[in-house]
């Protein structure tokens, strides 16, 4: 079992940044891909981005690819999601989760979730 909890979310204007921090706690000495999704109002719960165990392999969603910076510190079990030039459409509920395994885009390959948090960017 792993336990999640996401901090770091806001209010922020367009253009701004914000970073997410996930920390992670109970099994962690297991090899787990991490990843970051979002979910706006009325929209389904989408990919923004994952990194491997050993923070070697990242991906991003196309609509991000430029702008978030997805990093983890196996030292203090934590993962962060840097996001930059925001844009209203990143407005959403941001959620951190974890798998055992390499890195996969879909939700249902993750098998933990932390209780996700509010990211607003305002035009």
């Known amino acids: 079992q792993v336990q999640l909890v996401e901090s770091g979310g806001g209010l922020v204007q367009t253009g701004g940044s914000l970073r997410l921090s996930c920390a992670a706690s109970g099994r962690t000495n297991s090899n787990y891909a991490m990843g970051w999704f979002r979910q706006a109002p009325g929209k389904e719960r989408e990919f923004v981005a994952a990194v491997s165990w050993s923070g070697g392999s990242t991906n991003y969603a196309d609509s991000v690819k430029g702008r978030f910076t997805i990093s983890r510190d196996n030292a203090k079990n934590t993962v962060y999601l840097q996001m930059n030039s925001l844009k209203p459409e990143d407005t959403a509920v941001y959620y951190c989760?974890?798998?055992?395994?390499?890195?996969?885009?879909?939700?249902?390959?993750?098998?933990?979730w932390g209780q996700g948090t509010q990211v607003t960017v305002s035009s």
């Open positions: 989760a974890a798998r055992y395994g390499s890195i996969r885009y879909g939700a249902l390959s993750y098998d933990y």
